[in-house]
């Protein structure tokens, strides 16, 4: 296990110490070895996207834990495939994706159609799939952002994958079509018995005002969780609130003085558990995204999943941070990640 008190730094006593009084744990649908059996089973999903969800929470180092570690390859379309795989170039071939996620001890690989579908026969029956089947990509100039379609759910069925992923940018003037793409997605996942997981990001230039990114704002991504939600998302894939008062700032849609003065604080903790409130407090479990690579990775991957987990969130999906390096770090660092999900005394705020 690593040290994650050492890596926490001059944070750590803030960090491992901190109670949430504004929304406490009591009121949150908590992940747990039961997940599936409490929190569920109670709702309109048919017998197999129960089935999809277990074998998601039994694989891997956080097996039975109801905590998920995703390694998330999609950036070869989102990114380009040369920004994505040039620091390690083995990641060019689909197989070495699928080994990362399995000797990293993951729950589950995500990535595009054509990456899992080049394997399937080899690998569906190993790891749980994750097929994302929308994406923004980036040879089109000038340059768009807009989330298309590039595979169907029958695809992702078909090759074996247990759940879908997709992405609706939601603030941007493209948002409406892409929710009722996506809700209509949901809804034939659902039909099929697999699992569903929304990247519920935000899209506006008009988010960012006076030096202040508000696409992290806990406010505004908390809404989007609630949407993510609303369309039928088992599972909320967000980034983690850095901030808070988007609605006040860009001043416009509607909110409550409570969500600030007594919901939230100015906590990283706080802020990340009123992103989980907005997934009907626990019943759509929200992920984590990890972030860019950079320097002090692994430090900042732990301090993102200690926030996560003590917040109430299920999990991180950590791709480039793991990838864009010698495999063997890769698989240390997802390790880490894991180690604190799987630490006793890293516990709900």
Known sequence: MIDIVKLLGNEAQTLLTHQCIGIPQEMLHLPGPDYVDRVVAPKDRKPGVLRALQSLFNHGRLANTGYLSILPVDQGVEHSAGASFAPNPIYFDPAAIIKLAIEGGCNAV???AGVLGAVARQYAHKIPFLVKINHNEMLTYPVLHDQTLFASVKQAFDMGAVAVGATVYYGSPESRRQIKEISEAFAAAHELGMATVLWAYLRNDAFKKDGVDYHTSADLSGQANHLAATIGADIVKQKQAECNGGYP?????????????????????DLVRYQVANCYLGRAGMINSGGASGEDDLAQAVRTAVINKR???????????????????????????????????????
């Open 110 to 112: 995500a990535s595009t």
């Open 311 to 349: 917040a109430g969130g299920m999990g991180l999906i950590s791709g480039r941070k793991a990838f864009q390096k010698p495999m063997q770090d890769g698989v240390a660092l997802l390790h880490a990640i894991q180690d604190v999900y799987l630490a006793k005394e890293i516990t709900i705020a």
């Open 249 to 269: 700032a860009i001043q416009f849609g509607k909110t409550h003085p409570k969500v600030y003065s007594e919901l939230t604080s100015d906590h990283p903790i």
